[in-house]
């Protein structure tokens, strides 16, 4: 199934984070924060403006980026964990970053 975003919405994949410390102590999955960063799957449109224009969005698919904690709404789609969340939740996008391919 493929899933298309509507207006300013973007399909957020979580990038695992590494699960052991910088001591190698290595850290179990109940004691672990869910990762603020992902890989963005797929992005709206874009908003309308007052005239009816379309204001295209900053991020495409591919980018890693940072979002808060609390950010977007999980969906499971085609047994994939994905957040759906606004494009003003995304805090930033990290340049030259290699996405980590989900296992």
């Known amino acids: ?3 298309r975003p509507l207006h300013d919405r973007v399909v957020v994949r979580r990038v695992d984070e590494d699960t052991k410390t910088a001591g190698g102590i290595i850290i179990p999955d109940t004691a672990q924060e ?3 960063q992902g890989e963005v799957v797929a992005v709206g449109p874009g908003a309308r403006d007052e005239d009816g224009e379309r204001i295209t ?3 495409q ?3 890693i980026v940072l979002f808060g904690k609390w950010s977007g709404t999980e969906v499971k ?3 994939d964990d994905l957040l759906i969340m606004k494009e003003t939740d995304i805090m930033g996008v ?7 391919k989900a296992a």
Not at 94 to 100: F, I, R, T, Y
Request: aromatic share 4%; glycine share 14%; hydrophobic share 45%.
């Open 34 to 36: 869910k990762p603020m």
């Open 57 to 59: 969005l900053d991020v």
């Open 61 to 63: 698919a591919g980018d």
């Open 94 to 100: 990290l340049e030259g970053k290699a996405a980590k």
């Open 1 to 3: 199934m493929k899933f």
């Open 77 to 79: 789609i085609d047994g």
